[in-house]
């Protein structure tokens, strides 16, 4: 049964750059494709982008925030990452990562969220 | 970027009577003889639940009353006998192309 751990904090200051990790187990980050969603009562669910190795690893952005996101994995810890840049108060919101294996197009399995607030 | 649209945004139904949410794309999900769309189930502080992809197949250990049907741009999720435990937000989301985008969300009560 595949298992995603979020960790990172709960709270960043706006113009600094939010950062969450999302722990994998269960599968391999080498294998499927790995999202990162967000929530907020404003903006509903929001995918924001996505990682995934097929022969070499590649990433897909939302355009919404390509400037300024970073999705990354860490093969060594079996884990990957959200790096979003610049935030404001209208990036807070409820982030989760999500798996999508190959066979279904879709999210299947989500971590547990994150709120992260941007705050002073 | 194709636009979920959700209908009702919310409904109240009895226990053990036939609930119905519909879900509208702005353009068409059929792609290979498949149409990509989901359906997830969130109940309050939880993660999004997949409970349908490709408009009808259910996902491993979802319970047989609820169904998804339709095609190309205009789909159905029916709970053809609600339960309690089925109280919760449903949203539809559409996976035939990037950006993945979700529907606004349907909130179903016990009337």
């Known amino acids: 049964q595949v298992q995603l751990q979020q960790s990172g904090p709960g709270l960043v200051k706006p113009s600094q750059t939010l950062s969450l990790t999302c722990a994998i187990s269960g599968d391999s980050v080498s294998s499927n494709t790995w999202n990162w969603v967000r929530q907020s009562p404003s903006r509903g669910l929001e995918w924001l982008g996505r990682t995934y190795y097929r022969s070499k690893w590649s990433v897909d952005y939302a355009v919404s925030v390509k400037s300024r996101i970073t999705i990354s994995p860490d093969t060594s810890k079996n884990q990957f990452s959200l790096q979003l840049s610049s935030v404001t108060p209208e990036d807070t919101a409820v982030y989760y990562c999500?798996?999508?294996?190959?066979?279904?197009?879709?999210?299947?399995?989500w971590g547990q969220g994150t709120l992260v607030t941007v705050s002073s | 970027d194709i636009v979920m649209t959700q209908s009702p945004d919310s409904l109240a139904v009895s226990l053990g009577e036939r609930a119905t949410i519909n879900c509208k794309s702005s353009?068409?999900?059929?792609?290979?003889?498949?149409?990509?769309l989901a359906w997830y189930q969130q109940k309050p502080g939880q993660a999004p639940k997949l409970l349908i992809y490709w408009a009808s197949t259910r996902e491993s250990g979802v319970p047989d009353r609820f169904s998804g049907s339709g095609s190309g741009t205009d789909f159905t999720l029916t709970i053809s006998s609600l339960q309690a435990e089925d109280v919760a937000v449903y949203f539809c989301q559409q996976h035939s192309s990037l950006p993945l985008t979700f529907g606004g969300g349907t909130k179903v009560e016990i009337k």
């Open positions: 353009q068409s999900v059929l792609y290979s003889s498949k149409n990509y």
């Open positions: 999500g798996r999508n294996p190959a066979e279904v197009s879709t999210i299947t399995d």
